[in-house]
Structures are given as C-alpha cells and as structure tokens.
C-alpha cells in the first residue's frame, strides 16, 4: 500500500506537471489535524481548472494514479440531479493497493464555493487568497434554539404515529423507512444535542455521528446501536420502545441543561398510541383507543 506521502506526492507532481491545472488542494479528513489516522481514509483533491472537457473527454488521464479495483463517475450517475459539469466533474477510484482517491476538477468559481477544512497543495497562480483552514469548527455541534429542540422532540413523537399503524398492519418496508427517516435522525440528533450539551458545544461528532462512540457514555452508545437489528415484527415493536426510552431520557436530559421545557403531556400521548395499536387485535374493525386510554389511567 502506498504510504500518504507518496499519494501526496503523486497529486501534486501531476497538477505541477500538468499546465492545465492552475491549483490543487487536499480536503476531507486527511486536512483535519484532530480526525485519527487510519488505511481507510480517503483522499479527497480538487484541482482547479480553466476547463473540465479536456479532463472528462480523456479516459486515459487517471491511469497515472494506479492501478483500479472499481470506480463511479458520480456526475455522470442518472439516479440524482443533472450535474453541471462543465464546472465540476469527479472520478471516485478504489485502487488496488486499498487506496482510495475521491478527485475533482472544477473551475475556480465552483471550486471556491465549496472550500472547507481545507489543504493547498499546488497554487500556481495565487488563486488562494484565503487562509487555509484547519479547525473544524464549522463542523462543531450547534447548540438548538427552544424552537428547534420542541419541533424535533414533536417530529419524534409524532411521526411514530406512522409506525405503529405500519406495524399493525404488518407493513414492514414502510415501518422501517419510517423509523430510517424520520424518526431515528431525531433520536440521533437529541444524542449529538446531549453530546454538545455535555462538552459546551466545542466539539464535531462527524459525518453522520460516526464518532458518537467517543463521546456517549459507553451504556448509552450501547442502547442506541441496539435499536438498529432485524425486521422481525415483534423485534421492531421492541426496538421501538426502546428508541422511546433513550428518546425520552437524553430530550429530559438536553432540555434540563439548556433551560428548555419538555412536552411530557405529547411524549406520553405518543406512547400510548404505540402500546395501544400493539395491544390491538390485527381484525380490529373500530378503534377503542378512548377506552383503552381510560384503562391506563391516563
């Protein structure tokens, strides 16, 4: 496997060496000094161009990085949004040797509005006029407004409304996207608030809260990869109540420390709505949730 050094060394040689390429720069974890290093980091690289033609119509310029296991042309994949390429276009390239090299050319323009966390590697024509950036505090969790916090518990609770009528019904695939999206992202969010909350907000979890682990008590991170399993019926309903349970104790949690009410009254009406469709018969032609409700003293 090719060490960093020598990839580095191989992008910038080739945007030094090749006069269509007016700049080059390094983004992605390898920029940030506070991400650990490991073999599965990629290499993220733009190089600014005057034009991408030339790069897109040429299938034989990338040979140059190594030898490819697979790759994807993303701007060219139809299943997303038409991709301007005339100012932006990309080659994601596993290589053989585990590398992985995630490159773009793009103009000036385009590539400047997209700069974060950032590296130079090449400037030929001092397009970088902006200090490199090296913090990843944009990237830090935001503490919530009162707003923001009540409307993600409420799209919490309410949205499970959708899952356990998917669930009485025995509908899984919806059950599940509607647990995938959007219920789960708020019980993520809650937790990444709790994680903000407990470090004065000063800290980035990353990409999709993939270093949630070292910032959750170990307890907590345990419970919260529990509710991800199979999509048997009644292991569902399970990690449902469970997703409920951490729910309701991080919101109790995040709202305490930043001075915010939690709505118990809406936390509650949603729980019995779950323990109610799971207690009803699948025959069931009316509801009886008034005196289902009254049975539980509510």
């Not at 920029?31 to 650990?36: E, G, L």
């Not at 490819?68 to 005339?86: F, T």
């Not at 773009?104 to 400037?123: P, S």
């Not at 915010?260 to 032609?285: D, K, T």
Request: hydrophobic share 35%; proline share 4%; net charge negative.
């Amino acid at each position: 496997m090719r060490t960093e050094k020598e990839m580095i060394d191989l992008i910038t040689r080739t945007a030094l060496e090749d006069p269509r390429i007016r700049a080059a720069y390094l983004e992605g974890s390898r920029a940030n000094p506070k991400v650990p290093r490991d073999i599965f980091q990629d290499y993220d690289v733009e190089y600014i161009v005057e034009d991408t033609r030339p790069f897109r119509e040429d299938k034989q310029w990338i040979d140059r990085f190594g030898e490819r296991l697979y790759m994807q042309y993303p701007e060219e994949c139809v299943l997303y949004q038409d991709a301007d390429v005339e100012n932006w276009y990309g080659w994601l390239i596993q290589f053989t040797d585990g590398n992985r090299l995630d490159l773009h050319v793009g103009t000036a323009e385009r590539a400047g509005k997209n700069l974060e966390l950032y590296r130079v590697l090449v400037d030929k024509d001092g397009l970088f006029v902006k200090k490199e950036e090296s913090s990843d505090e944009r990237y830090w969790i935001r503490r919530p407004g009162e707003r923001e916090y009540l409307d993600a518990c409420n799209e919490f609770w309410w949205c499970l409304n959708n899952v356990a009528k998917g669930l009485w019904r025995g509908e899984i695939p919806y059950v599940m996207d509607m647990i995938d999206d959007p219920v789960r992202p708020m019980l993520k969010r809650m937790l990444l608030w709790k994680i903000g909350a407990r470090s004065q907000f000063s800290v980035s979890a990353g990409k999709a809260g993939k270093y949630m682990k070292e910032y959750l008590p170990p307890e907590v991170y345990s419970r919260f990869l529990a509710t991800y399993g199979s999509a048997g019926e009644e292991e569902v309903w399970d990690r449902v109540f469970a997703m409920c349970d951490l729910f309701q104790e991080t919101a109790l949690e995040v709202g305490e420390s930043l001075g915010y009410s939690y709505n118990q009254q809406e936390a509650r009406g949603s729980r019995l709505f779950l323990e109610y469709a799971r207690a009803l018969p699948e025959n069931a032609s009316e509801h009886t949730l008034e005196e289902w409700i009254k049975k539980q003293e509510y």
